[in-house]
């Protein structure tokens, strides 16, 4: 398949590199799919490699609400709560999803973009499918900053792209960051720059509400959205048994399972 290029003389360009950038903007887009996605409401999705138990269940509990709007979602798609964000996409119809690789786009595709995400056994992943069936008929999209001919994740394009993908969002969700790690560097340069940016509740994303980053719940972060330009999605007729979010039972103040407090990192 033969990738496309769009620089900011095109009309198609997206409006929010030209004017959260201006003469910073990448010079060349490369590109698999409907870059019209880029014109939905957008959200980003960054967070850290590792995550605990209590913050992967506080992030999915906003996702119960998340999951309710339509959007676009982006992002490199490499921690193990940003994969789970990713499969969400795959499994809601009213979320379209975008790939940002680090890769030139001569080199990377769709199948060798999910071996560098999902190594087996979890290469099996149920929504695998429907993420085939969605490149097949046109139904991904998929960006680059990097020259064509690169087939290397180098860090220097890796921090671009994650930034870029920050710029072309309306919104940027941060499941989990700690100090020392990229993505709250990522995250401090987003809220400098205004973009809109927030993260759950949690006490385990102190480090982000010192910050002033917006911490919210799962009754708080549709009003959020919806002040932002986000709107619900219609209620949808189907109903699929293979559910990626589940509701947890409530759980006693101040008690919580022991394997919750240690740390996810596949």
Same mark, same amino acid.
């Given at each position: 398949?033969?990738?496309?290029?769009?620089?900011?003389?095109?009309?198609?360009?997206?409006?929010?590199?030209?004017?959260?950038?201006?003469?910073?903007?990448?010079?060349?887009?490369?590109?698999?799919?409907?870059?019209?996605?880029?014109?939905?409401?957008?959200?980003?999705?960054?967070?850290?490699?590792?995550?605990?138990?209590?913050?992967?269940?506080?992030?999915?509990?906003?996702?119960?609400?998340?999951?309710?709007?339509?959007?676009?979602?982006?992002?490199?798609?490499?921690?193990?709560?940003?994969?789970?964000?990713?499969?969400?996409?795959?499994?809601?119809?009213?979320?379209?999803?975008?790939?940002?690789?680090?890769?030139?786009?001569?080199?990377?595709?769709?199948?060798?973009?999910?071996?560098?995400?999902?190594?087996?056994?979890?290469?099996?992943?149920?929504?695998?499918?429907?993420?085939?069936?969605? &490149?097949?008929?046109? !139904? @991904?999209?998929?960006?680059?900053?990097? +020259?064509? *001919? %690169?087939?290397?994740? /180098?860090?220097?394009?890796?921090?671009?792209?994650?930034?870029?993908?920050?710029?072309?969002?309306?919104?940027?969700?941060?499941?989990?960051?700690?100090?020392?790690?990229?993505?709250?560097?990522?995250?401090?340069?987003?809220?400098?720059?205004?973009?809109?940016?927030?993260?759950?509740?949690?006490?385990?994303?102190?480090?982000?509400?010192?910050?002033?980053?917006?911490?919210?719940?799962?009754?708080?972060?549709? &009003?959020?959205?919806? !002040? @932002?330009?986000?709107?619900?999605?219609? +209620?949808? *007729? %189907?109903?699929?048994? /293979?559910?990626?979010?589940?509701?947890?039972?409530?759980?006693?103040?101040?008690?919580?399972?022991?394997?919750?407090?240690?740390?996810?990192?596949?």
């Amino acid at each position: 398949m033969e990738y496309q290029i769009v620089t900011p003389s095109d009309q198609e360009y997206p409006g929010r590199l030209l004017d959260r950038l201006g003469k910073s903007s990448p010079e060349r887009i490369f590109y698999w799919g409907p870059l019209d996605f880029l014109r939905r409401f957008t959200m980003g999705v960054i967070s850290a490699d590792s995550i605990s138990g209590l913050a992967l269940m506080a992030a999915n509990q906003l996702l119960f609400t998340i999951r309710e709007y339509d959007l676009n979602i982006i992002g490199g798609w490499h921690s193990v709560m940003e994969t789970e964000i990713f499969r969400l996409g795959l499994f809601r119809k009213n979320f379209t999803v975008t790939l940002f690789t680090a890769k030139g786009l001569e080199r990377e595709t769709f199948e060798s973009f999910l071996e560098t995400r999902f190594h087996p056994p979890l290469h099996e992943f149920p929504e695998r499918d429907e993420y085939f069936r969605r &490149a097949k008929e046109g !139904k @991904l999209l998929m960006l680059s900053v990097s +020259p064509p *001919q %690169e087939a290397k994740m /180098k860090r220097p394009n890796i921090i671009n792209r994650n930034w870029l993908a920050c710029v072309l969002s309306d919104v940027v969700f941060v499941p989990f960051a700690e100090k020392g790690t990229k993505t709250l560097a990522l995250a401090k340069r987003v809220l400098s720059a205004q973009i809109p940016i927030f993260t759950t509740d949690h006490e385990a994303n102190n480090v982000l509400h010192k910050l002033g980053i917006l911490g919210l719940s799962r009754k708080s972060v549709g &009003a959020y959205l919806e !002040k @932002l330009g986000a709107h619900r999605a219609q +209620p949808s *007729q %189907e109903v699929n048994e /293979k559910m990626l979010l589940r509701e947890q039972p409530p759980q006693q103040e101040n008690e919580s399972p022991k394997f919750l407090q240690g740390k996810f990192n596949f």
